[in-house]
């Protein structure tokens, strides 16, 4: 597709399970990253990767969330054993960089997570 | 440690005014700097974006200003219009590996007919 692509668009699961958020970025980027915004808040930076990078953990708030990026295209946020607090929208942004070009980064329209 | 602050919550201005938004970073490795709008239940939207190496950027009714000395910059935005109502974002980026995007809090702009 042409723009940033996250599904579901919508999750609501109860607590302590695990779910995955997926992210399709655009076709040729090179940068992804993920946010969160909670209820009133800003957005919160939980990872970032470029290209072959390892990716920049620095924002993941525990150790329940992990995310990966296969192929460097479609990237999967997972988070376990899911607390009421990371009920948020979590945001999904792809960009190009290469050699110090660099592009503003699309966004997707975000998933909801909703844990009850 | 905000990297990248917009101390103002909320502003109103009445149609047609000038609306300035703005945003510090203590960041110096910051070299890249970029506004994004954010309507309810939608992801942000790219609007105008600067590097260190220019002091203003200019796109329409919207205007970006740097002032690297004071890691400052603003969003003009003139005339505003009802449908500016939204949240502005001010983001960052540095040079290299580590160039994350880091974002403000946010800025809820209500434009009044």
């Known amino acids: 597709g042409a723009g940033v692509s996250q599904s579901p668009s919508n999750k609501v699961t109860e607590k302590g399970k695990d779910v995955e958020l997926r992210c399709d970025p655009i076709?040729?980027?090179?940068?992804l990253y993920w946010y969160r915004q909670s209820l009133g808040q800003g957005l919160e930076f939980l990872i970032y990767?470029?290209?072959?990078?390892?990716?920049?953990k620095s924002g993941l708030p525990s150790d329940r969330f992990s995310a990966e990026r296969t192929g460097g295209s479609v990237s999967t946020l997972t988070i376990q054993r899911t607390q009421q607090e990371d009920s948020a929208v979590y945001l999904c942004a792809s960009s190009l960089r290469d050699r110090g070009y660099r592009t503003e980064a699309f966004f997707g329209q975000g998933t909801r997570l909703t844990v009850v | 440690d905000q990297q990248v602050k917009q101390n103002s919550p909320s502003l109103s201005v009445q149609e047609g005014r000038i609306s300035i938004l703005n945003c510090d970073y203590t960041?110096?490795?910051?070299?890249?700097f970029l506004w994004y709008k954010k309507y309810p239940a939608e992801g942000p939207t790219f609007l105008i974006s600067?590097?260190?190496?220019?002091d203003k950027n200019e796109d329409g009714r919207f205007t970006v200003f740097l002032n690297k000395s004071a890691k400052h910059l603003s969003l003009h935005i003139v005339p505003s219009q009802p449908g500016d109502s939204a949240v502005y974002f001010c983001a960052a980026s540095a040079r290299g590996s580590q160039g994350n995007l880091i974002f403000g809090k946010g800025t809820k702009l209500s434009v009044k007919p």
């Open positions: 600067i590097s260190s190496i220019k």
């Open positions: 076709s040729g980027h090179t940068a």
């Open positions: 960041n110096s490795m910051f070299d890249y």
């Open positions: 990767f470029q290209g072959n990078s390892a990716p920049d």
